[in-house]
């Protein structure tokens, strides 16, 4: 999920929001799976594979009062000890005259790393026909006085537009707001991150997509500027 140098798992249109979370559907209980290939595993603007492709997948559970609960994991490369992120999430999602909500709490995982970066947010979205509008707030974290520590807040805009013949369209428009901003050695730490994608549903051979993604980071090591290729399939 993150890089220690410097977000709805993957973007929307793999993953789904928070930089983070692919709420299952509330209509009844079930229980689904999910696997996806990106060539780079991007999280709120910024790359957690230095560059590389990622292979990804989760299972979660939903109940028909709103109630989810899932797990998802990746590979990530960050030049540590990490190998992979396991993320671990539970929230209540539904809907009232059209208007989406979504509550919950999602816990980041880096099992294999020997610094322990975990952390955790709480994060809380409402949508509207296409559109939707949330927030995260770090409420915990190993990471003490840096980035990815109590306090960080993530806010998100996000459109998604269907297209002809099983396509469709995402944007997404996020502020990543660091508690340390300003303080020595973190200057300018925050930033705006912007993304968009084009997907194909494939049927039974799943989803494919192509994405940019750009981050308006004043401290960034490597171009701003992001493509990767997805494809993902739900059973």
């Known amino acids: 999920m993150k890089k220690q140098s410097l977000r709805m798992?993957?973007?929307?249109?793999?993953?789904?929001?928070?930089?983070?979370v692919a709420v299952p559907?509330?209509?009844?209980?079930e229980t689904t799976a999910n696997v996806?290939?990106?060539?780079?595993?991007?999280?709120?603007?910024v790359?957690?594979?230095?560059?590389?492709?990622?292979?990804?997948g989760g299972i979660d559970y939903a109940d028909e009062s709103g109630l989810y609960v899932g797990s998802w994991a990746s590979t990530v490369d960050f030049g540590t000890d990490a190998t992979y992120e396991l993320d671990l999430y539970a929230g209540f999602a539904g809907e009232v005259e059209g208007l989406g909500y979504d509550v919950g709490y999602i816990f980041y995982a880096y099992p294999d790393e020997q610094t322990n970066i975990d952390f955790g947010e709480i994060y809380g979205e409402l949508s509207y026909s296409m559109f939707a509008a949330g927030v995260a707030?770090?409420?915990?974290?190993?990471?003490?006085?840096?980035?990815?520590?109590?306090?960080?807040?993530?806010?998100?805009l996000s459109a998604g537009v269907p297209l002809a013949n099983d396509f469709s369209l995402s944007l997404t428009a996020g502020y990543y707001d660091f508690d340390v901003d300003g303080d020595p050695?973190?200057?300018n730490a925050s930033y705006t991150h912007y993304a968009a994608g084009i997907a194909k549903d494939a049927g039974e051979f799943g989803e494919v997509s192509f994405n940019f993604e750009y981050a308006d980071e004043d401290n960034a090591e490597k171009d701003k500027t992001e493509f990767w290729l997805g494809w993902s399939k739900s059973f």
Do not use: C, K, P
């Open 9 to 20: 798992m993957v973007s929307l249109l793999s993953a789904g929001v928070i930089g983070a």
């Open 25 to 29: 559907s509330v209509a009844s209980a």
């Open 36 to 45: 996806s290939v990106v060539s780079n595993y991007i999280f709120r603007g």
């Open 47 to 56: 790359t957690q594979t230095d560059g590389a492709a990622a292979v990804q």
């Open 137 to 156: 707030y770090t409420v915990h974290s190993e990471n003490q006085d840096a980035t990815f520590d109590a306090g960080d807040i993530y806010y998100y």
């Open 185 to 187: 050695g973190f200057e």
